[in-house]
């Protein structure tokens, strides 16, 4: 007869469980965390020339990295889904466009789709407002911190896609036909039976595309926005030492990065409990 | 009287195999009617086929006087079916209580006290009220079932089938799930099931169904198949099932 093996619970699963993994302790790898920002402040005291100029002149440009990076992934996680569900449709249009979005855009390098955003969208605006004498169009100016963050959405969005994609995959077929034989719509399953699973699967990956994104947010830096690298370059041209500059700048990149990797380590962690 | 589930002449492929040959059957409303037969003779695919997680390719299924034949009806369908499967499918990332007001609360619109009061009512009757606050993975797999069979009755359904709901369990648990069923049928609830389990078959079933390559071979009760079948390939299956 059609038998299957009785499901085992994975190691993932029983750490689900309240109470079957050993109390949240401070995760070992803060350490690091401590250990480079004790580096830079060592730095920035023991010879404050240049190092602490350095940074005063910096943290403008730390500003603007945050705020670009946060803002965009926060779009990112909306795109992502979007794309993720419009690849798994059913309905031939929106998984075509779906499919066609994430192929082409993961096709391109996100420097040539930055530059396109900042210097060839603008003409274009400009372009059809012309055609179409609509004056707002036609006197078009691209505002450079925008034009940055949605060049960032739309790129990561299309890997966030793929990223949400594999995670509504894994999520047993089973589940949704519960869901659905319960009188559920689609929308409905997903949101309440799908997607919650989903989520904790994708925390990983959703983790590293954050780290990898505010890594990558440097790129914004060659279309006119003064973020942190950009910010190191002006400091560079004034000032001709390039080695404690961007000794300086990656010791502040690191901070952010490693300060988020254990952030996502800690929320994944929580999330593996139940409410 | 009028059946409750009219399947007219029903046929599903999938690729190349042709899974349901033509087979109509009808339900009436309080029967229990059990579905036997080989691996692979279709009898998974009529039962999913019933509240449409299988569409059908041709032929008619009505369910209480509602046609499957538009996103709105099967939806109304489902509401009157609950299924109870193989490999339980409870909510992993819910407690059994969420599990049990989730759809009566999103679907039925129920408040949170109505459903937690049904909720509980239900797995009294299944024999696991305390359990209320576990996660599935907590529970045995008989004690999963009973779960799943007490969710599909929170919507109140007219309809149950169950598709081999003792297939996956450790023997010892088997009695515990047919205890359930068992008293679902003496309350007279219209049932569907597809079972090997023959001692359910001869104290609950008013009808059963064998089924061989997507057809239904006989269809008779309980006593007149065990005792004097008409078709060989139903001699030859209960020889088999029977240990005899």
Redesign the interface.
Known sequence: MDTQPKPRPSDRELARIPGAEPSARLDPWWWLVVLVIALTVILATVKSDPFWRILLFVRDGVAVTVFITATAFIFILIVGMLGGLGRLSRNPIIHGVATLYVEIIRGIPLLVQLIWWYFAFPVVIQQIGRWLNISVMANYQANAIVTAIVGLVFCYGAYMSEVYRAGIQSIPKGQTEAARSLGMTYFQSMRHVVLPQAIRVILPPVGNEFIALLKDSSLVSVVAVADLTRRGREFMATHFDPIEVWAMVALVYLIMTLFSARMIAWVEKRTRFER | MEAIIHIDNVHKHFGRVHALQGVSLDVHKGEVVVIIG???SGK?TLLRCI?H?EECDSGSIVVDGIPLDSAQNI?AV??E???V?????????L?VMQNLT??QR???KRARAQSEKIALELLTKVGIPDKAQA?P??LS?GQQQRV?IA??LA?NPKIMLFD?PT????PEMIKEVLDVMLALASEGMTMVVVS?EMGFVRAAADCVILMDEGQIIEQATPEKLFTSPSHERTKLFLSKVLHL
């Open positions: 080989p691996s692979g998974s509240n997680l939806n489902r509401r079916i609950g299924i499967f193989q490999s339980f499918n409870l909510f992993a990332h407690t989730l759809a999103v679907v039925l996660y993975i907590q797999g799943a969710r599909a919507m081999e297939s996956a369990l450790d090997h």
